[in-house]
């Protein structure tokens, strides 16, 4: 740990549980959610954020990495020093390395002068490895010697650098997966997996979309672009029946574009795309999404796919409560029980 770093640190270690949980609270204030599982990731970054533990996020595009990632580092010691952010997936091979790590005057054409890297960047800070699944596998070589020895050489460098960084890693691909296809080092996947944060897709906690919609809206509001007064109760089970592939994101982007083009009022169910109110016809039901091509398909057959799915939906719902999944579904409980039956549904391990 720098001199600098551990001067925060024991700085930090003054404050009272109570305080360091404000910096906390207030770390998290941009990170909406109230769900079960967002609840979740709170008491955990609450736990770990102080700690210089690696952190790997894991989630969905657009579930909040970034966000989350901010907030961890507000919420730890190091906030008053830098969090400085790459994405590992957007940057070409051949120059990420000198992005990372910087280079010497005359490393390769063109670096005219020397320049420090992000790791040297976010020295007593936290440096936020976005994308990184998307990192070539010479690269992750690379990454696990700093990881193991927090120093590393900038390209055409022959000294070593130190650095006292936080790091937090970020990535949308299942990264276990990515190792046993033998596209990720299992070495550094131990290296960062050391306390893992799952995002839940916004499909997987609805009951956030109404307080997520009034902080949207609230910022539209506040920056006088809009005066938005709500979203009428039709709207909002259509926006909740949808199932967000673009997660939160996708719900930000469209109430921008709804807002904007309304001005003021209430957002009616008419505002919203017509694809959006198709798959949630007046029942309120989230409809199957799918084609009737030129050889057509089998009504039954798809009625009775959509009647196992809504039943496996509220066993899951209701850790498997029967009598529970039966009130939700609104049929008897013998009625349900002979239908788990029927389709053979079980609980997965
Ligand atoms: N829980 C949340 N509360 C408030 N805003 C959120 C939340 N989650 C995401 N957002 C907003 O949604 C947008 C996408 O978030 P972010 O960029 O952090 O997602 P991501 O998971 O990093 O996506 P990607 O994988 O595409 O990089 C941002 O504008 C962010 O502010
Ligand atoms: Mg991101």
Not at 50 to 66: F, H, P, Q
Not at 246 to 255: D, F, K, S, T
Request: glycine share 8%; net charge positive; proline share 3%.
């Amino acid at each position: 740990m720098s001199a600098l770093t551990a001067s925060n640190a024991a700085q930090d270690s003054c404050l009272s549980g109570e305080e360091k949980g404000r910096y906390a609270d207030r770390a998290l204030r941009n990170v909406i959610g109230q769900s079960p599982a967002m609840q979740k990731v709170f008491s955990l970054v609450r736990r770990v954020s102080n700690s210089d533990s690696t952190i790997l996020i894991n989630g969905e595009t657009g579930t909040g990495k970034g966000v989350l990632a901010k907030a961890i580092h507000k919420a730890s010691y190091r906030r008053k020093r830098p969090f400085v952010s790459i994405n590992c997936g957007a940057i070409p091979e051949n120059l990420l390395e000198s992005e990372l790590f910087g280079h010497v005057k005359g490393a390769f054409t063109g670096a005219t002068a020397a320049k420090i890297g992000k790791f040297e960047a976010a020295n007593g800070g936290t440096i936020f490895l976005d994308e990184i699944g998307d990192m070539s596998p010479d690269l992750q070589v690379k990454l696990l010697k700093v990881l193991e020895e927090q120093e590393f050489e900038p390209v055409g460098a022959c000294k070593s650098v130190k650095v006292d960084v936080r790091i937090i890693a970020a990535t949308h691909r299942d990264l276990e997966e990515e190792v046993q296809k033998g596209q990720f080092r299992e070495d550094l996947f131990y290296r960062l997996y050391v306390i893992p944060i799952r995002l839940p897709a916004l499909r997987q906690r609805k009951e956030d979309i109404p307080l997520l919609a009034e902080h949207f809206l609230g910022r539209l509001n506040d920056s006088k672009a809009t005066d938005i007064r709500g979203i009428r109760q039709e709207a909002m089970e259509i926006l909740q029946n949808h199932d967000w592939p673009g997660n939160v994101r996708e719900l930000a982007n469209l109430l921008e574009r709804l807002a904007v083009l309304k001005g003021e009022g209430h957002i009616e169910a008419g505002d919203l795309p017509d694809k959006m109110i198709n798959g949630s016809i007046r029942t309120g039901l989230p409809l199957p999404d799918c084609d009737i091509g030129e050889e057509g398909i089998s009504l039954s057959t798809a009625v009775s796919e959509f009647e196992k799915s809504l039943i496996y939906k509220s066993l899951e719902k209701t850790d498997w409560v029967k009598n529970k999944a039966a009130k939700l579904l609104k049929v008897k409980r013998t009625t349900l029980v002979e239908k788990i039956k029927r389709y053979d549904l079980k609980k997965c391990a």
